[in-house]
C-alpha cells in the first residue's frame, strides 16, 4: 500500500503483508509480516510494540462477537502461548510475556471460524 499513512489497515486479498516504513530518504526493516486467508473479513489483528523484548499486547477488533484461538510459536514451531474460546466482541488487548524468550522472530496465529491470520514479530534482548 505504497504511500500508506495510516496506523491500521484491513488486508481485503488473500496475501502476505509486511510494514516497511520510509521517512526521510530512510527505510525500516521489515515488520509486522502478516498472512491474510480470508479476504473482506472485517476484523483487525495488531502485536505491538514490534520489536519487543518479549513483553508485548495483541490487539483484535471485531464488528461482532466472535471466538478466538491465539497461539504464538518460536522460530523452531514451539507453542509457546495458547488462549482458546476467547470470546471478543469489539476491541480486546491481551498483554502477553514470554519472557525470558530469547531473541529471534516468532509466529503468532488467531484463529476464528471465518479463517486464521498469521503473523510474524521480532522479540529483540
Given amino acids: 500500500m505504497s504511500g500508506a499513512n495510516s496506523q491500521y489497515y484491513t488486508p481485503t486479498q488473500d496475501g502476505w503483508y509486511q510494514t516497511q516504513v520510509t521517512t526521510s530518504g530512510c527505510v525500516s526493516a521489515v ?8 479476504p473482506g473479513e472485517a476484523n483487525q489483528y495488531n502485536v505491538y510494540p514490534v520489536p519487543n523484548h518479549g513483553a508485548f499486547t495483541i490487539k483484535i477488533t471485531t464488528p461482532n462477537e466472535q471466538v478466538f484461538t491465539i497461539l504464538i510459536f518460536d522460530q523452531l514451531g514451539h507453542k509457546l502461548y495458547e488462549v482458546q474460546s ?9 498483554a502477553v510475556n514470554l519472557l525470558p524468550a530469547s531473541t529471534g522472530i516468532y509466529t503468532i496465529m488467531i484463529k476464528s471460524k471465518d479463517g486464521s491470520v498469521i503473523k510474524k514479530f521480532n522479540i529483540n534482548k
Fill in 31 to 38: 515488520s509486522n509480516l502478516l498472512h491474510r486467508l480470508t
Fill in 86 to 94: 476467547l470470546i471478543i466482541n469489539g476491541e480486546f488487548d491481551q
